[in-house]
């Protein structure tokens, strides 16, 4: 440390310079000292005025969304896919996915040839957030925060506590709506336009970060229409406003207050707020939360077409001006794609006006569409622009259904807990979002316990167990006839992968 003093005279003469500046008055030490208060000022400069006017900006949007913003407690069994409390974590290296793989297990793909699951721990309890959007009762908030049938309590601004008469809830896209009963005239919050955003805008990100509730915190809309593979119906915001565990389900508002997303997820290394956070758009959460409260589930509409990204060099071989558009790589029979005459190469530009620049938007603008109506659809074909009309039927249930996290019964769940395994049946469609041929069938592995007899084996999530010793595995009625027979003795899998099979021993004893 430097002790060095200098001479009092230059100290006093650098202070005395310092004092003024700041606009303080010393006289006679004996008098004290005569400030100059506030009001006696002079006027503002323009920075601090701007800094001042965007600060009451905080303030309104603040105070607007903060009494509709409630905690919410779910005493269930562990979340999915969830990191450090309640946050979805995006796997590190999660790179260059192709899109037609991403409905189906995107958290288990990281560019590597068996990637392992994160090894999150199971909760008895959950703590996240969501903002009251009808004075009746009813809250918008996340999947992940209420899911797993167990009890939701909500938690309101002025202490008062209620249990969820209903929750229903969409993994496709993370969002559900909680009713509670008993409270009337709740103050509901404003919801804005979330396609009214632009990349720069001030937003605020309120919740309850770690149990501490009523929180709010600023930053900006960093992009726009992200996809991050968490989720199957992905058009994220990402925002560096900070969001924590315990912020899920929680509004991200605009600076008059209005609900522009709600917080989801962040991008993260150590469990925490790293700048990169992601909010569900308000006009797709109101979508979805609309026919969830009025019909339990989501409707979706279905065009029947394999697509993925077109990218530079795929571009210049299909004769493209620009890079973008929907690739189609198969159309299913019997579909409206079929139907309309759209053949596997071709780049869908346009749905009903809306120019489409990747598959991510093409899924967005078709599942909103309204079924059995004639829409206008556009595609470049081998250079030439192509103009379809169609009429899209509803999305069938098998296809519905191909979450993870629903395709799993409870029961298969708890049956094979032994092996430390969670299972499904392998579909078609499965097959071949997994990149793999059908077969004679098997049976997916949907998850793995750390620490379990399935992953000291080597055993991970999307691998298809197609044989136990010389019996076939057809169904999880087969995989569990196999497991029954061997009894204790060790079990002898064969497993595939997209680049391959190979045989994995499970030694029990």
Do not use: C
Request: no cysteine.
């Amino acid at each position: 440390m430097n002790t060095s003093r200098r001479p009092f005279g230059r100290l006093s003469a650098a202070f005395a310079v310092t004092a003024l500046t700041a606009g303080l008055v010393i006289g006679n030490q004996s008098k004290g000292i005569s400030w100059v208060e506030a009001s006696q000022g002079q006027e503002t400069p323009a920075p601090v005025a701007s800094a001042q006017e965007l600060s009451s900006a905080f303030r309104h949007a603040s105070s607007a969304v903060l009494p509709a913003v409630v905690t919410i407690s779910s005493k269930a069994g562990p979340a999915t896919e969830l990191a450090d409390g309640n946050q979805p974590r995006i796997p590190d290296g999660f790179k260059g996915l192709p899109e037609e793989f991403r409905p189906f297990f995107k958290r288990y793909f990281d560019g590597q040839e068996f990637p392992q699951p994160q090894p999150y721990s199971p909760r008895s309890e959950r703590m996240g957030s969501g903002v009251i959007i009808d004075s009746s009762g009813v809250i918008l908030t996340n999947n992940h925060v209420v899911s797993g049938n167990g009890q939701v309590v909500v938690h309101l601004q002025d202490g008062r506590e209620f249990e969820a008469v209903e929750v229903h809830t969409d993994p496709k896209t993370d969002i559900a709506v909680v009713r509670i009963e008993g409270a009337k005239d709740l103050p509901a919050a404003v919801v804005g336009n979330s396609d009214g955003m632009e990349i720069g805008d001030w937003v605020l990100a309120v919740g309850a970060p770690f149990g501490l509730d009523a929180t709010v915190t600023a930053g900006i809309i960093s992009a726009k229409a992200r996809g991050i593979g968490i989720t199957e119906r992905e058009e994220f915001l990402q925002t560096d406003a900070a969001i924590n565990p315990g912020n899920s389900g929680g509004p991200l508002v605009n600076l008059r207050g209005e609900v522009i997303g709600i917080n989801t997820a962040i991008s993260t290394r150590g469990g925490g707020n790293d700048g990169v956070g992601f909010a569900v758009p308000i006009n797709l959460a109101r979508w979805v939360a609309d026919q969830l409260i009025t019909d339990g589930k989501v409707h979706r509409a279905f065009l029947g077409v394999g697509i993925q990204q077109v990218t530079s060099d795929l571009s210049e071989q299909l004769g493209l001006d620009e890079v973008s558009g929907a690739l189609v790589t198969d159309v299913r029979p019997g579909t409206p794609a079929e139907t309309a005459g759209l053949q596997a190469g071709d780049v869908i530009v346009e749905f009903d006006d809306v120019k489409i620049d990747s598959p991510r938007k093409l899924q967005s603008v078709v599942e909103q569409a309204e079924i059995e109506k004639q829409h206008h659809l556009v595609a470049i074909r081998d250079g030439e622009r192509m103009e379809f009309n169609l009429s899209l039927q509803p999305m069938p249930e098998t296809l519905a259904a191909a979450e993870p996290a629903e395709a799993v019964k409870e029961s298969d769940r708890k049956e094979f807990e032994s092996l430390g395994l969670e299972l499904s049946t392998l579909t078609a469609d499965m097959a071949d979002q997994l990149g793999m041929d059908l077969g004679q069938g098997g049976v997916v592995i949907t998850g793995v316990d750390p620490g379990s007899l399935a992953a000291r084996g080597g055993l991970q999530t999307g691998m298809v167990i197609r044989r136990v010793g010389q019996m076939v595995v057809t169904d999880l009625d087969a995989f569990r006839t196999a497991v029954q027979e061997a009894g204790e003795n060790d079990l002898l899998l064969l497993v595939s992968t997209a680049s391959g099979s190979r045989f994995i021993v499970l030694e029990r004893s």
